[in-house]
């Protein structure tokens, strides 16, 4: 039933590992339909049935995506990012630079204002789809608590006080305009000096994206019985004075004490669940008083998520001593 989402996802996975690589050989429609097996023409009709979008501009997007993150960053010269990502000229490049984030690349490059950038689509998760994990392989890895002391920061985010859990999330934050998933993650991935970012290009891993709780009187009733907000974000510098876009919150965040809950890398598809309970039942059986500490429910107190399997699976709650 979910076979062509499948086969689009390996299709997605291949133009950035193709982009990443600057492999413009094997990131043509031709190299792309011959990997799954179906003619050009049929590979662009489900792409577009499935994604929404048609697949030369998906790639377009992503191109400039890449490329912006090497205006923004280095100080290779235009017409080498032009060429890097698949532009025949340093014109074409910075047109179709400006047309897609309405600044030149040089400009940008002297004042990185977000933009909202075409972040990589998934249209095939087992766990949206309800299929749960596959179940082959069962991770072996402990889960590791500690404490941490997580100097003063910034929050940017986007915040909703009724959803429940990631998926229930975006759902509610499709209906408000300007806060749908794309358009968030988008503006998101564009700015630059986020803490956590490590250099990745998509949502929700490398990029250092992350969701977060907010102890908040006016949200639900979270399973350990504490009202907070769900939020989603970026950690920013304490010092950081860039804009704000303006459907997001910035909160300062001041120095504290942390613990963290940490599962090693596992196989999405396969282990997701299984981590996932191991990390509830730590947290669960976490002897806090025993450790001289307790959960802090002072309103503003963050509970932060981190989610990248090929790295970590981390829950960090605000503690105080008692």
Request: charged share 30%; proline share 5%; with cysteine.
């Amino acid at each position: 039933m979910y076979e062509w989402q499948r086969q689009i996802q390996m299709i997605v996975d291949e133009i950035d590992n193709c982009i990443k690589n600057h492999d413009d050989e094997a990131l043509t429609l031709c190299a792309l339909a011959r990997r799954l097996g179906y003619s050009e023409f049929h590979t662009t009709r489900k792409f577009r049935e499935i994604s929404g979008m048609k697949l030369k501009d998906y790639l377009r997007c992503r191109r400039l995506a890449f490329a912006l993150k090497e205006v923004r960053d280095g100080d290779k010269g235009m017409l080498d990012i032009a060429f890097d990502y698949g532009f025949s000229s340093h014109e074409a490049f910075t047109r179709a630079f400006k047309t897609m984030y309405g600044i030149a690349p040089s400009a940008y490059r002297k004042n990185p204002v977000p933009v909202v950038l075409r972040t990589k689509i998934n249209p095939f998760d087992r766990y949206f789809f309800g299929l749960g994990e596959i179940g082959m392989m069962k991770s072996t890895g402990d889960v590791k608590v500690y404490l941490v002391t997580i100097p003063a920061h910034k929050f940017l985010h986007i915040k909703n006080y009724e959803s429940n859990g990631y998926w229930d999330f975006w759902q509610k934050q499709s209906l408000i305009p300007g806060q749908d998933c794309e358009t968030i993650c988008g503006l998101l991935d564009s700015i630059k000096g986020k803490l956590d970012d490590e250099g990745g290009s998509e949502a929700n891993s490398g990029s250092g994206q992350i969701m977060a709780y907010i102890n908040d009187p006016k949200g639900r009733l979270c399973d350990w019985g504490i009202p907070r907000a769900e939020c989603y974000g970026v950690r920013l510098p304490a010092d950081y004075d860039g804009e704000v876009p303006q459907q997001m919150c910035m909160m300062d965040v001041p120095e504290a004490e942390y613990v963290v809950f940490e599962h090693g890398p596992f196989d999405y598809e396969q282990e997701n669940r299984t981590v996932e309970e191991k990390i509830e039942r730590a947290m669960a059986e976490y002897d806090y008083a025993g450790n001289g500490y307790c959960l802090d429910t002072t309103p503003g107190r963050l509970v932060y998520l981190y989610h990248d399997p090929e790295r970590f699976w981390k829950c960090i709650r605000p503690v105080k001593k008692l």
